[in-house]
């Protein structure tokens, strides 16, 4: 199976900041990467998918880049809505592996 | 308005076997595969298995091989996954997932919580 690691596990950062979370896999996933946010008590919400593609509706300010097995999610200034919990996801090969997930709070 | 709804969720014990339904409506349901998503509480999600859109391809994360079954009624726009042999650590809130091309999971439903406990 495909690992994916995901870093920082947790971030504080302040309304307006610009933030950054990675996640690497194990081998080539030849940009089968998604992004998904999650807030409590709900299920996950497709952000970014093919590692850069904004889904219909998502906020630009979200955005998703990769250089090899790196794959990067920006959040250019944060809002108070954007407080949750990121995870990636690889859907190049099944089972379709989660990482362990981002907590972003509030400073 | 895409919309997924599951149902049979509860709590069993170990050993014990379930079935889960998922209700979808707004799509055209036989043009997707499908996939069951679960996530244990406090954990992250965990991908269980997905189903073409015909029913004749599935795949499962390795610890459910065996155990559980997912299909498919097209003509009742409906998805299940039945489960047996159940574990504790099968506890989770289960998903009911949309895959759009190339595999992300673009419409969730609400979920439905199975809870293994003797």
């Known amino acids: 199976d495909i690992q994916m690691t995901q870093s920082p596990s947790s971030l504080s950062a302040s309304v307006g900041d610009r933030v950054t979370i990675t996640c690497r896999a194990s081998?080539?996933?030849?940009?089968?990467l998604n992004w998904y946010q999650q807030k409590p008590g709900r299920a996950p919400r497709l952000l970014i998918y093919s590692a850069s593609t904004l889904q219909s509706g998502v906020p630009s300010r979200f955005s998703g880049s990769a250089s090899g097995t790196d794959y990067t999610l920006t959040i250019s200034s944060l809002q108070r809505e954007d407080f949750a919990t990121y995870y990636c996801q690889q859907s190049y090969s099944t089972p379709h592996t989660f990482g362990q997930g981002t907590r972003l709070e509030i400073k | 308005e895409v919309q997924l709804v599951e149902s049979g969720g509860g709590l069993v014990q170990p050993g014990g076997s379930l079935r889960l339904s998922c209700a979808a409506s707004g799509f055209t349901f036989n043009n997707h595969w499908m996939s069951w998503v679960r996530q244990a509480p406090g954990k992250g999600p965990e991908w269980v298995a997905n189903?073409?859109?015909?029913?004749?391809?599935?795949n499962y994360v390795d610890s459910v091989k065996g155990r559980f079954t997912i299909s498919r009624d097209n003509a009742r726009k409906s998805l299940y996954l039945q489960m047996n042999s159940l574990r504790v650590e099968d506890t989770a809130m289960y998903y009911c997932a949309r895959d759009m091309r190339g595999g992300p999971n673009d419409c969730w439903g609400q979920g439905t919580l199975v809870i293994v406990s003797s």
């Open positions: 189903i073409m859109e015909d029913g004749s391809k599935k």
């Open positions: 081998q080539t996933i030849s940009r089968f």
